[in-house]
């Protein structure tokens, strides 16, 4: 709710929910290669010196995002 801006909703925002983070969430195999790919891009991108400072810096929790999914898979 507070990511959403709204810590006054009294009902949960589906839209907002990010199963990264989410300790109940299961991630099931057939989704896997897609969490794969992006970190996979992600490494790319941030491989590349000419990448942009700022955007470096917002990459990066999304590259750790996706890759702690992968490294969970069983």
Known sequence: M????TPEATKLLAGMCD???CPQATHHPCHLPVWES?????KVFLA???FPKAETT???PELERAQRVV???P
């Open 2 to 5: 507070k990511l959403a801006r």
């Open 19 to 21: 199963s990264a983070r």
């Open 38 to 42: 992006q970190a996979a891009n992600s």
């Open 48 to 50: 590349n010196p000419r």
């Open 58 to 60: 917002r990459l990066m």
């Open 71 to 73: 490294d969970e898979d």
